[in-house]
């Protein structure tokens, strides 16, 4: 339940606060007075485009602020937690808009900013807005078909789901079977060159890290001679073999450790010295006989290097098509193995999904036969229900027919054509809500059409031990009695105070026998300043109330016919609910 709003700089409005009770609110004002702005903010919270032409001229931004009652809507709750949110302690939370001249735009929920789309996914579970424009969509068959689904309750609306969730899968399935089926030449054309590269690996046979050894190769091989007389001449350098004029390292060494051993015994520090110099001496003795062996192991191997440049030949046509290296080559060999087998795959994933189709389309004629039965059971019951509440509407011979008809083709939401007929008298043709019915006969059959849905989910929540009101939004209508007047005026006002005793109702309308039904009576008035036309919202009661209902009956609120009209409205509207 909304049980406040506040209100500053938006459209003539400056700055307002009202409070909203439970039951029945109607909101009344002359004509260019501001009374929509009340709704324009309000929408402004259910997470509305901003518009920074609704904010007043001069101000820097518009504000609006609501305190919603959450503690009967766990799932609100849940989300204004999730979003980060806090309700207080009395169980409401805060939801604030703000609006920038600019057109930037601002949305906070329990204390925390959020995005605006955040307040529209609470708002669906809030509050349901109707106005002159709904009579348009109620024009449409897919609005007819949802108003039905919805009256016909939760255990069909699961049905419906079900039918919905089946029908997206095998949507999405038989997408991808006509892709597959699309691009079956493709895939085989990727196969085949798959096939033939893998074919081409398997025959050179690549080892890992083979071409990097095979080019240490072919430099060894291709460098004998040099490598023999660098490494003949590091080993003559340190053993002193066929050096006749210079000592080698390994000697000079040597004589350099005898002297250091020799003067150990007056320096143990020549000691320590000395153990070094002899370690290295080991160290190039060591390498010197290495070097030895290098030298004798070396030998020109000319069909070798032959061997190596052939097999490099080989390994370098498989890294100019498959990777830089011999391991890009393996790696690639692997992927495609896996991409092959997945090409190959491909028939049986078709046939496979060829079978869940078929399951699929059994289930949907099961579940689709199902929605088919409760949209034609739930339309005899609410064209019942909405042709009872006609003849209070002052459209006595009149009814609501509610056809359910196989659609052309099955579609998202089942294989129904929902239509709405009015038959506005005895012996009439039925007529399309969408063709024949006039504004006012739209207005009254879409009230007739929203209070039976509320009669139904009130039903539904009490047999279930519900509170009624947690069962059902906050219903807010923007005029929908134009077009309406006399006695049907009166049983529109009825009907509204009916559908408030099972939620929250706000109205916003120009008829005085409306209006006397109200619980809470707001008057958006308006008055000229420096400052511009100002607009203010307050509520009226005890003889401020009765002179805005004799305002409304004849535009004289000081007429004393008015007064006694209006008085006997409110009379009358109290004995009468």
């Known amino acids: 339940m909304l049980e406040e709003i506040a209100i500053e700089n938006l459209g003539v409005i400056r700055a307002a606060r009202v409070t909203l009770p439970a039951g029945l609110t109607v909101i ?71 609006v920038a001249a600019g057109g930037r735009s601002r949305a906070h929920l329990g204390g925390r900013s959020v995005p605006q789309g955040v307040l529209a996914e609470i708002a669906d579970e809030l ?37 919905r969730t089946a029908w997206s899968e095998r949507a999405a399935l038989q997408a991808e079977i006509d892709d597959l089926t699309a691009r079956t030449a493709e895939r085989a054309r990727e196969a ?41 001449e590091a080993h ?96 690639w060999a692997s992927e495609a193995g896996l991409r092959l087998l997945d090409l190959d795959d491909g028939g049986e994933r078709l046939r496979g999904m060829q079978e869940r189709i078929g399951e699929l389309d059994a289930e949907l004629a099961r579940l689709g036969a199902a929605v088919t039965a409760g949209r034609t059971a739930a339309g005899e019951r609410l064209a019942a229900a909405v042709t009872a509440e006609l003849a209070g509407l002052a459209m006595g011979g009149a009814r609501l027919e509610v056809a359910v008809d196989p659609a052309d ?49 009130a039903e539904r929540a009490e047999a279930e031990g519900a509170g009624a009101a947690a069962a059902l939004p906050t219903f807010v209508f923007d005029e929908v009695d134009a077009g309406v007047g006399g006695r049907a005026a ?30 809470a009576h707001l008057v958006v008035t308006k008055s000229a300043g420096d400052e511009g036309t100002v607009t203010g919202v307050r509520e009226v009661t005890g003889d401020e109330r009765v002179r805005e209902l004799a305002r409304m009956l004849s535009g004289q609120e000081d007429s004393e016919a008015a007064r006694t009209h209006a008085l006997e409205l409110l009379e009358s509207s109290s004995v009468g609910r």
């Open 28 to 98: 009344t004002g002359e004509t260019g007075a501001g009374k929509t702005m009340v709704l324009t903010g309000l929408g402004l919270l259910m997470g509305g485009k901003a518009d920074a032409g609704a904010v007043r001229p001069g101000a820097g931004g518009a504000v609006v602020e609501g305190r919603w009652q959450v503690a009967d809507r766990p799932a609100v709750a849940q989300r204004v937690e999730e979003a980060g949110g806090e309700a207080d302690d009395d169980g409401t939370v805060v939801v604030l808009r703000t």
């Open 127 to 163: 509050v349901t807005v109707h106005g002159q424009t709904d009579q348009l969509r109620l024009r449409t068959a897919s609005k007819q078909r949802e108003a039905l689904d919805t009256f016909a309750g939760p255990e069909h609306l699961a049905v419906v789901d079900a039918y």
């Open 192 to 232: 085949e060159l798959l096939r033939l590269g893998l074919a081409e690996v398997e025959r050179v046979d690549p080892k890992p890290g083979e071409d990097v050894e095979l080019q240490a190769m072919v430099a060894r091989l291709g460098n004998v001679e040099s490598l023999r007389l660098a490494a003949t």
């Open 236 to 331: 003559e350098a340190l053993a002193g073999e066929d050096v006749e004029s210079a000592a080698s390292a390994v000697e000079l060494l040597t004589r350099a450790r005898r002297a250091l051993e020799a003067a150990a015994g007056d320096d143990p520090a020549l000691g320590d010295l000395g153990t070094r110099v002899a370690e290295a001496g080991y160290l190039l003795a060591d390498v010197a006989t290495e070097l030895s062996a290098y030298v004798d192991d070396l030998q020109a191997d000319p069909a070798g290097l032959e061997a190596a440049h052939t097999r490099l030949a080989e390994l370098t046509a498989l890294t100019r098509s498959y990777g830089e290296t011999v391991d890009d080559v393996l790696r």
């Open 409 to 457: 083709e099955p579609g998202a939401w089942g294989a129904d054509a929902v239509t709405f007929s009015l038959v506005p008298h005895p012996g009439a043709p039925a007529r399309p809500l969408g063709k024949g019915a006039s504004g006012g006969e739209l207005s009254r059959v879409m009230l007739a059409v929203e209070v039976a849905l509320a009669t139904a989910a």
């Open 490 to 519: 009166v049983e529109v006002g009825r009907r509204l105070a009916r559908l408030a005793r099972s939620t929250q109702v706000i109205v916003v309308t120009h008829l005085a026998q409306v209006a006397a039904f109200a619980d």
